[in-house]
């Protein structure tokens, strides 16, 4: 995997699944195969089911600090995110897999009634699935089933996944109920869709000069308005947003060995070295280097 592109995709648009059954799990380790995973989106539901260590995972710009054995159910089209916490490694799985795979095709009770509203967010759950959850114990357990039988792949195996993804939303839907959108609700949902208008924006953009007036004329907002808006929603104000999300990409780059820190700092929006030095410097506590130097020696030892 590109390590660049795979940091870059917003919403990504590559297929994690197959047509013909799409379901898909891989392992993944903060910060040795990602610093972190950035705001992005996609079309499957996912699981991430915490294997090792801690972290933070980000949720529709929700942060839930986690731990191992515990697990985030992110909706199709939901912001998420995962970070280190406290300089820990962490391993975690993802499992991510279609609503086709799991919705009849025609007229169907079990989609229409439920497992629709479930995927479009109109049952009131929270992502974060921990030990404290009177439906932890199924929801873990339908998953250890999964990760077996899907290390064996007997035949037949997909019909297995399936059933135990069924009795999984199951415990999700027996211990909720559903919602009506309120207007607070409703503001929040449009307010993430205008900040996913921008991150896609600085996915297409990064690597030129964006101005705040072009910036917020994405969201069809006054400057100032703009401003306040993204330090709200993200956080942080958005040039340190965008000086974050370039850094992000370059430190990916450096660690690939294929490029120069000059081309690296140009191909990242840094017209000048020095600023770009000294952003990098202040924010991975080393110098471009340096950081070259030690990921991937640490990469190496690992293998």
């Known amino acids: ?26 392992l993944c380790t903060i910060p040795l195969d990602f610093l972190e995973v950035p705001f992005h989106w996609h079309e499957e539901a996912e699981l991430i089911v915490i294997k090792k260590g801690k972290g933070v995972v980000l949720v529709d ?52 009634h439920f497992l629709q509203p479930l995927f479009s967010g109109l049952v009131n ?16 357990g339908c998953i250890a089933q999964i990760d077996s039988v899907c290390s064996r792949r007997p035949f037949g195996y997909q019909i297995a996944v399936k059933g135990f993804l069924f009795q999984l939303l199951f415990a999700l839907l027996t211990n909720h109920t559903m919602i009506q959108e309120t207007g607070s609700q409703t503001g929040h949902r449009k307010a993430l869709e205008k900040v996913k208008l921008v991150l896609a924006y600085v996915q297409r953009h990064y690597g030129r000069a964006i101005s705040i007036e072009e910036i917020s004329g994405v969201c069809h907002y006054s400057k100032s308005h703009f401003m306040k808006f993204f330090k709200e929603a993200m956080g942080v104000g958005f040039i340190q947003y965008l000086n974050d999300y370039r850094l992000g990409i370059a430190s990916q780059r450096l ?43 640490r990469k190496d030892n690992r293998l």
């Open 61 to 112: 710009l929700c942060p839930y600090e986690v731990a191992a054995g515990d697990i985030v159910f992110v909706l199709p089209g939901q912001l998420h995110a995962i970070r280190q916490r406290g300089g820990c490694v962490m391993e975690y799985e993802n499992i991510l897999f279609r609503s086709e795979l799991l919705e009849g095709s025609g007229v169907d009770l079990c989609s229409s």
């Open 1 to 26: 995997m590109d390590r660049g592109k795979a940091y870059e995709n917003y919403h990504e648009k590559k297929e994690h699944t197959t047509v013909e059954f799409p379901y898909n799990t891989y």
């Open 255 to 297: 660690l690939s060995g294929q490029e120069g820190i000059l081309e690296v700092a140009g191909s990242c929006g840094f017209e000048n070295l020095s600023y770009f030095n000294r952003l990098f410097k202040r924010k991975y506590g080393m110098s471009p280097g340096q950081f070259r130097n030690q990921y991937v020696s």
């Open 125 to 140: 759950f929270s992502p974060y699935i921990g030990e404290h959850c009177t439906y932890y114990e199924t929801v873990s």
